[in-house]
C-alpha cells in the first residue's frame, strides 16, 4: 500500500495543477497535454550474505537488546563476539581460526541463562562449536553457499548441527540445530538475520531464535539488533536496541 501511494500520488498532483492552470480544458489552443512522468520504483534492497557472514565471524562484535514479554517482565540479550587465534576442534581435530562468543539472557536485571561457546572455521565454514560446559557441535554436511546479493524477504539454508557431551562422537546425542538466514527490514533498517530452530535428544521441537542485525549493502553489519525467541509452548520474547 505505501509503495503503490508514492508512485501513484506524483500524477494526481500533476493532473490537479494543470486544472488550475487551466491546461487541457476550454482556452485557448486545445493543445496536447504531455503524460505525466512517473518517476521508476526503487532499486530492490539486497544486502551481500555471504560478506554479512564473514563480518559476524571475523570482527568483534556487541549487540545488546532489551524487551518484554507478555507476562511483563523486563528481558534482555547480550551476544559478544571476538575472533581468536587458530586452534583444533576438540571434535574431529580440524584446525581453523576461532571466534568466541558469549551470551547472555537476563530477567529482570539479573542472568538467568549464559553460554560461552568457540566457533571453529576453514575460511568463513563453519567446522564446529565448542561450548565451555564440555559440549561440541559439528554439521551433519557441508555448510551451504551463501549469496552474494540477496532481497529483503529471501532466506536460505547454512547448515544443521548435532550436538554431542564430552565433545566425542561417542557421547551422548544432545539433539540438533538447524540454522538458516533471512534478509528482513524493519523500521527502514535492511537487516541480515540469523535463525536457529532446535530440537532435543528425542527429535521434539524446543524453539526457534531470530537474531537480525542490521546491515549495509555491502554486507558490513552495524551496532541496532533485535531478537525472537519462541518456545514450545507457543510464548514468544522480544528485543531490540533501537
Not at 571475523?58 to 537488546?65: I, K
Not at 534482555?76 to 587465534?85: C, D, K, N, T, Y
Not at 565454514?125 to 524477504?153: H, K
Request: glycine residues 14%; contains cysteine.
Amino acid at each position: 500500500m505505501t509503495k503503490l501511494a508514492r508512485w501513484v500520488l506524483p500524477g494526481v498532483a500533476l493532473a490537479l495543477l494543470l486544472a488550475a492552470c487551466g491546461g487541457g480544458s476550454g482556452g485557448g489552443g486545445g493543445g496536447i497535454e504531455s503524460p505525466p512522468v512517473i518517476p521508476p520504483a526503487p532499486a530492490p534492497i539486497s544486502v551481500n550474505v555471504a560478506a554479512a557472514w564473514h563480518d559476524y565471524i571475523s570482527a568483534p562484535h556487541s549487540w545488546s537488546m532489551p524487551g518484554k514479554g507478555a507476562d511483563a517482565h523486563a528481558y534482555e540479550l547480550s551476544v559478544a563476539m571476538q575472533p581468536g587465534a587458530s586452534a583444533r576442534f576438540p571434535l574431529t581435530g580440524a584446525s581453523g581460526k576461532t571466534s568466541a562468543q558469549s551470551l547472555r539472557f537476563s530477567t529482570d536485571g539479573v542472568t538467568t541463562a549464559s553460554s560461552d561457546g568457540t566457533l571453529y572455521l576453514n575460511g568463513d565454514t563453519l567446522l564446529g562449536v565448542a561450548t565451555s560446559n564440555g559440549a561440541c557441535s559439528a554439521p551433519r554436511a557441508a555448510m551451504a553457499a551463501l549469496p552474494a546479493s540477496s532481497r529483503v524477504g529471501t532466506t536460505g539454508a547454512m547448515f544443521v548441527l548435532n550436538g554431542y557431551d564430552g565433545c566425542t562422537s561417542a557421547g551422548q546425542h544432545l539433539g540438533a540445530t538447524t540454522f538458516s538466514w533471512s534478509i528482513e527490514s524493519d523500521a527502514a533498517l535492511t537487516m541480515f538475520c540469523l535463525v536457529s530452530r532446535s530440537e532435543d535428544a528425542s527429535g521434539a521441537y524446543s524453539g526457534t531464535e531470530v537474531d537480525c542485525i542490521e546491515a549495509l549493502v555491502t554486507g558490513t553489519l552495524g551496532t541496532r539488533a533485535k531478537f525472537t525467541l519462541n518456545r514450545p509452548d507457543g510464548a514468544s520474547i522480544t528485543g531490540k536496541n533501537y
